[in-house]
């Protein structure tokens, strides 16, 4: 019988230069890699539909145009204290969804978080040194990383903490020295202009900033090779945040008396704000107790660190993992030996690219449970999870289990991160991101954006020879910030942009139904829901906003939504606080002149109310 001869195809497909270009390690294959995923998170956050979160419709919109329209110091506080962030980051998303068709503007964000996957691959394959199926598995825990609860939620929208995530992580697999134990200025300067950029863009990266100059010190060379390393690679990240985020605060300074006005307001004493530091606490550990578990604490419950639950497990199994593989490590030591966490040698450039890596996320998030507590601020980490899971795992275990547990552990939290896949609020598309209907006639001479609702990306649309200013909001209101917005209201006709009250409890049961329908799901899961649903008792008892439903007829427990306020009840509510509000500063509000209006992100409605303000009688 003739020997099977295998086709052209076939011999190139075994051939050893052709698997060679196939591999992580050849540029080419890091290019198709990385422009395959890329090209996938696009599609998804296509899928996904128009973003339409919190933040985008208080200030990313708004802060652009009002950076591209001069608008700093002519309006106040429209986006509450949110309005004097940087804005940089937001002028290319503000553009692209008012000059081209929404979706393109979608498939792009994706795009570009999908970047991320190129330098999480690349350290990871860094890492990896010594292990013979890297080639495979840098690419394959780059990927777990995409799979994430923090990266998902982002997918696709304007929050900032996905899209600068690839700067940041740039910079981290650049700082890494080369084999030789070098850093070299090709690598290093670039290093440090992804790093400045990153936090000039959005200013939380600060922490990661002094994260991976913790990691560059903590390497294991030189005191000289790594002080002159950290020193360049500082200078060019502060050359880069000058010239990208200088403007910025020195318009801030020049305008108000505060480059990061109204924060570290205590510093500056800027004379519109509080002396105060505008710190948001609510999300940090309440002491050293919770600080030592927060991991666990938030990873069962995910409203501890964020508005919107984003489910996962990874938090907890580094936890775990981190305890069992330090205690390992202590075995190891008393007995005399020492295994490479890889379980293979790594040579130099492996064990620097591990020392760094884990240097730099052990200090990201000490940083970030000190500074932050909030869980969308963990992007970068949770992008380099699975890694450092891999690691603790090959340090916790023999050999031998290693490998097929390490492998279970990054499945499960991936698969977790995708079944409890959430978002921040997204829409159905429309070839325009964002319409806005306005009353006919002429322009008043200011609007008074009343409350703490994300008002401000309809201001944009409205009529640019308005003033703008928010009252009752966010931000920290000084004397002297009250007084300037009675002069504002002084100079002529005056209009108050309230919330449609059925617009916030259609939102308000949507948000409700969403937690409602997670609770009852790890009821379920959890066997929770079953005999005498003790733990669902418990919540019922803690909550005004939802209700325990005991079974019936053989069925189990489940959560249900109590009764809430009706419209007539809420609308009367909610002129109320209007009310309240303006008469603060000595204002009054003409109910019976208000009217409702319609506006649109993508496909959904956000109708709006524009009333009459007076002065008080």
Known sequence: MAAEVPSRRGRAAASPRWRAARGFATRRGRAVAAAAVALLCAVVALLRGQDANWDLRNYHLHNAWALLEGRVGTDLAPAQMQSYFPPLLDVPYYLLALHAPAPLAGLLLGLVHGLAFLPVAWVAWRVLAGDPRRDRRAPLLALAGLASAAFLSELGNTMGDATTAPLVLGALALALPDEDGRWRSARILPAGLLLGAAVALKLTNASYAVALGLAVLAAPAPWSARLWAATRLTLAALAAFAVLAGPWLATLWSTFGNPLFPQFNAWFQAPLAQPVSMVDRRWVPAGAGEALLWPLLFTADPY????????????ALL?????VAAAAWLVRRVRGGSRHAGGADAGFGGAAAARMSGVFFLAGFALWLGLFGIHRYLVVLELLAPLMLWRLVHGALPARLAGRAAAGAVALSAAVALAGWNGWGHAGWHRDAFRVERPDGPPPAAVLLVGDHPHAWRVPFLWPASTYAAVGSNFPESPAYAARVRRIAAQGEVLAMLSSPTADLAEAARRLAARIDALNRWAGWLRLDRGGCAVMRAVDRR??????????????????AAAGPGAAEAERAGLERAGAILARYGLALDAAACREYRSWIGSKGFPYRLCRVRGAD
């Open 304 to 315: 501890r660190a964020s508005e919107v639950a984003l489910p996962q497990v990874a938090w």
């Open 319 to 323: 936890y775990l993992c981190a305890a």
């Open 543 to 560: 909550s005004r906003r939802i209700e325990l439903v005991p079974p019936q007829s053989g069925r189990r427990c489940r959560f249900a």
